[in-house]
Nanobody
């Protein structure tokens, strides 16, 4: 079983920065891609950023130029650097990966428990 643990959330003023981390509880045999999602109160969960196994990245239009997704395979960790934060970035942020825990298992979806990010105006 793979668990994802997020950290780095908190309260920050508009214009500030935060870096989120998501660490897997164990090494994973194969990862297709990893993502950050967020869910604001009363809204649906939305995809924020994606990074593939080759390191290709993609971002939601609302965060392009402000957020950077990266990964450290040696540390089994996914990051989201968030700069120039806005009040509308306030949400619970979740990490996600599609991966194969062992060579003999199928690909499965893994989610973190979420970390709160609050941006004050």
């Amino acid at each position: 079983q793979v668990q994802l643990v997020e950290s780095g959330g908190g309260l920050v003023q508009a214009g500030g920065s935060l870096r989120l981390s998501c660490t897997a509880s164990r090494s994973i045999f194969s990862i297709s891609h990893m993502e950050w999602h967020r869910q604001a109160p009363g809204k649906q969960r939305e995809l924020v950023a994606t990074i593939t196994s080759r390191g290709n990245t993609n971002y939601a239009d609302s965060v392009k130029g402000r957020f950077t997704i990266s990964r450290d395979n040696a540390k089994n960790t996914l990051y989201l650097q968030m700069n120039s934060l806005k009040p509308e970035d306030t949400a619970v942020y979740y990490c996600y990966l599609l991966g194969q825990a062992y060579s003999y298992t199928s690909y499965d979806n893994y989610w973190g428990q979420g970390t709160q990010v609050t941006v004050s105006s």
